[in-house]
């Protein structure tokens, strides 16, 4: 009997010491707290695995002692805690976001990138009217893009990239006020939206999807917010517009990997700011304008694996560059002079047969020649 009571004593000793302090019997959680507790539980009975161990501490009623769970007064009443923000970053868990997760009215930050999840958002999501910032990227989402995210009034960060969203991107995404839009590595095809240059993003990330047409001149509307675009194997055909030189804030521009034709426009060399241009890996042609080799802050210039056939001495003195494969004579590493010629031989590019530019109206009609000056009037003298 001495040594079963010792025994049960130590066992107890094992359970208060190595066990988590939670209080959770007399914790008695506020209206919204007990909402989230019954989210976050169903969230839970949905994950099919979760090798970190994220979500072994989510149990009780004190939702703001779970992992990734983090908690602040409530917007509307500074006395009241509640859930504010999910960060299960990287925690390569596996199952689907249920409907439940609608309770949490108070969410601003929901971060759930780099794990396994898989369904779509749930429409309940359109209850989260103060969502700031919403990533789910590098998941397995699937299905159409995910409309309910265009009903969260409060949403400037929006990140859906590497999942397997498909179909059409709506063009009503570029009335929202985003400050960051990422969209790319899904399986998205559409056109360019017309009311692009509407959208204030700071970054325009739309790289491995299908977006058919030549990229609008109204992406110069852009130009207070914008500082980013990487639209790399995305699709893109025709000549680029000459409006990008009124982008000057843009600090990287990659184009790279496409189907662009025609010469690298001259305005580009407005672009003040760039620091990185890629234009690889397309169908350029003609010769790299000075103006760009010549701006002030760029550091890296990638334009091989196209048809250029010069070069200024400008673009040599870059200390990051890459001219291989083109048609530029006396360069190492160029296409052979039997492809150059084949290329060449099919004349000048015109752009507008792609639709990227309006045709040239045809010149008014010369003025018609002016009236002949009136006959002087006669004068008739009378003698006396």
Request: glycine share 4%.
């Amino acid at each position: 009997m001495k040594f079963i009571n010792l025994a049960l004593c130590f066992f107890f000793f094992i359970i208060f010491f190595f066990s988590k302090p939670s209080f959770q019997a007399s914790f008695e959680p506020n209206p919204r707290l007990f909402d989230a507790y019954i989210a976050l539980q169903a969230w839970k009975h949905v994950i099919t695995s979760d090798p970190r161990n994220f979500t072994k501490d989510w149990y009780g009623y004190n939702v703001c002692n779970y992992t990734g769970v983090y908690c602040a007064p409530a917007p509307d009443n500074p006395n009241i805690t509640t859930v504010a923000g999910i960060d299960l970053n990287h925690a390569n868990i596996s199952g689907y976001l249920p409907e439940d997760l609608g309770l949490l009215t108070d969410l601003a930050v929901f971060h759930i990138n780099t794990n396994r999840f898989v369904g779509t958002i749930p429409r309940s999501f359109s209850k989260l009217r103060i969502l700031y910032e919403l990533d789910v990227s590098n998941n397995l989402f699937c299905g159409q893009f995910p409309m309910v995210v265009l009903s969260l009034p409060s949403l400037k960060f929006l990140d859906i990239r590497y999942n397997q969203f498909e179909g059409k991107v709506p063009s009503s995404l570029w009335d929202r006020t985003l400050d960051a839009l990422f969209i790319n590595n899904n399986k998205f095809q559409f056109s360019w939206p017309r009311n692009l240059g509407k959208s204030p993003v700071s970054a325009l990330v739309m790289a491995n999807i299908r977006v058919t047409g030549c990229i609008p001149s109204t992406v110069a509307n852009m130009s207070k917010t914008l500082n980013e675009i990487i639209l790399m194997n995305a699709s893109l055909s025709g000549c680029l517009p000459q409006e990008l030189g009124l982008l000057k804030n843009v600090k990287v521009f990659d184009v790279s990997f496409n189907n662009l034709v025609g010469e690298l426009p001259e305005s580009i060399g407005g672009m003040k700011k760039l620091e990185q241009l890629n234009v690889a890996h397309n169908k350029f042609s003609g010769e790299v304008p000075a103006s760009i080799c010549s701006l002030p802050k760029l550091e890296n210039f990638t334009y091989s694996y196209n048809y250029f056939c010069g070069e200024p001495k400008i673009c040599l003195k870059l200390k990051d560059k890459n001219d291989k494969k083109n048609c530029i004579p006396y360069r190492p590493s160029q296409r052979s002079a039997s492809e150059c010629k084949t290329f060449y031989s099919r004349g000048p590019v015109d752009c507008t047969s792609f639709g990227c530019r309006s045709r040239s109206p045809p010149p008014p009609p010369p003025p018609p020649p002016p009236p002949p000056p009136p006959p002087p009037k006669s004068h008739y003298y009378h003698y006396p």
